[in-house]
């Protein structure tokens, strides 16, 4: 939380982009890593319905005029975590808002480690 955001951020000493902040975490929790783009992370992990979402869940947005332009990651109760945009912070929001319920894209569940099948095993590589 309140690590800055920063364009193609992928650690906290320099900051976060949205994938930079989620292929972080599902490392350093899972030892896992993710693509490194949110529509590339979309591709790599399993479609779900919204009704199905988990915490650890990853959720998208069009922020962009294109489809999954923005993750972040489902923490329960309709909120997740996610580096939002220049200037601001790692933080947690609502996904009931105005602004990110219109831009929700979809959700997505990453496979753990032992049910990967041998095509998607390619999507992933173990963290060092």
Known sequence: MGVPYRRGGSNAASGFDCSGFVRNVYADALGLVLPRVARDQANATKKIEKKELRPGDLVFFNTMRRTFSHVGI??????????????????IESMNTKYWSARFNGARRVASV??????????????P
């Open 114 to 127: 032992a049910s990967l099948s041998s095509t998607g095993a390619a999507n992933y590589s173990l963290a």
């Open 74 to 91: 489902y923490l329960g109760e309709g909120k997740f975590i996610h580096s939002p945009r220049s200037g601001a912070k790692v933080r």
